[in-house]
């Protein structure tokens, strides 16, 4: 493998071959021939020369994306298939993985004209289930009740929507979810002997044995979404509204507009939209009770 001797680390992730010269917290080593991403440790520019779309922590055009955090990294992610890292002093492998797994794959993904959702993905009851929704609701919490029910994580956070087959399916992600502390104890957990996302925050990287290394079949999207009232509240979507929704839980759209991602990215949530049912749950903001929602999506399976 030509520059094999330059990259300590193979992965596979994403449904994609991938080399590093760091390690990545969570990802599942491979072995392979011909590698699609390379991910390297060096120099990243302080800003893109052409820059479309920027955030406070961010910059991006149709090719590059550029991300700065603060003692921890910047992550510089080109042409969908080079991610260069300078890592922060003292800065640890989870907290540089954790915006690598999800930020940095999330643009790169956008990048090689793929669709990434801010969503958790699960096989219940033999049915491939994607539950999206914004940080804080909740959707990897419940994605570990499913495993705990029986179900088979495919991905966490972000899901990787494949096109090419009959129907849309998602890219196995890797076999470990991102859970907060609270909601380890509240799944009975303890987060004794896992490793910490980032040390200022009580959030664990949580290996998971369930894990499906195959392309999944899309049948179902759920939403999860708060209000202020007592009851769990399920809702199926139709037309313009499933559309509305998915652009909303697309992950890291800000740094698409103004380019032909962007068209890319209509294309894709439209044909999504169009082929996979989606229902919204609404569930209280003060209590997260996760048998609950487990049984109000059995119910609607």
Not at 53 to 65: D, M, P, R, T
Not at 190 to 215: A, C, H, T
Request: glycine share 8%; with cysteine.
């Amino acid at each position: 493998m030509s520059g094999k001797t330059k990259y300590r680390y193979s992965y596979r992730a994403y449904g994609l071959n991938i080399l590093s010269q760091l390690p990545v917290t969570g990802f599942e080593p491979s072995t392979f021939e011909i590698p699609d991403v390379h991910i390297k440790k060096g120099p990243v520019p302080e800003k893109l020369s052409n820059i479309i779309n920027q955030g406070v922590l961010y910059q991006s055009n149709e090719s590059e994306f550029l991300l700065h955090m603060e003692n921890v990294a910047s992550y510089y992610v080109k042409n969908g298939n080079v991610i260069i890292i300078q890592p922060a002093d003292n800065a640890g492998a989870g907290e540089i993985s954790a915006f690598l797994n999800g930020t940095s794959f999330g643009a790169l993904m956008h990048q090689r004209r793929l669709l990434p959702l801010h969503a958790s993905t699960v096989i219940f009851k033999d049915k491939c289930l994607l539950i999206a929704g914004i940080s804080g609701t909740g959707k990897s919490t419940l994605a570990i009740a499913l495993l705990k029910a029986g179900g088979i994580l495919v991905a966490d956070d972000v899901s990787v929507i494949n096109f090419s087959g009959e129907k849309p399916s998602v890219y196995p992600a890797f076999p470990t979810i991102k859970i907060w502390e609270d909601s380890l104890i509240h799944l009975g957990f303890s987060s004794e002997g896992l490793e910490p996302v980032r040390g200022v925050l009580k959030k664990y990287y949580l290996p998971v044995n369930k894990f499906s290394p195959k392309y999944t079949t899309i049948h179902k999207i759920f939403i999860i979404n708060t209000h202020n009232r007592p009851e769990v509240e399920t809702k199926p979507l139709q037309g313009m509204d499933k559309f509305r929704v998915l652009k909303k839980h697309t992950y890291l759209f800000r740094g698409i507009p103004k380019t032909g991602l962007e068209k890319n990215h209509f294309v894709l949530v439209n044909q999504l939209a169009k082929q996979v049912p989606i229902t919204l749950i609404t569930r209280p903001s003060g209590e997260f009770n996760t048998g609950i929602l487990v049984k109000a999506i059995e119910e609607i399976l």
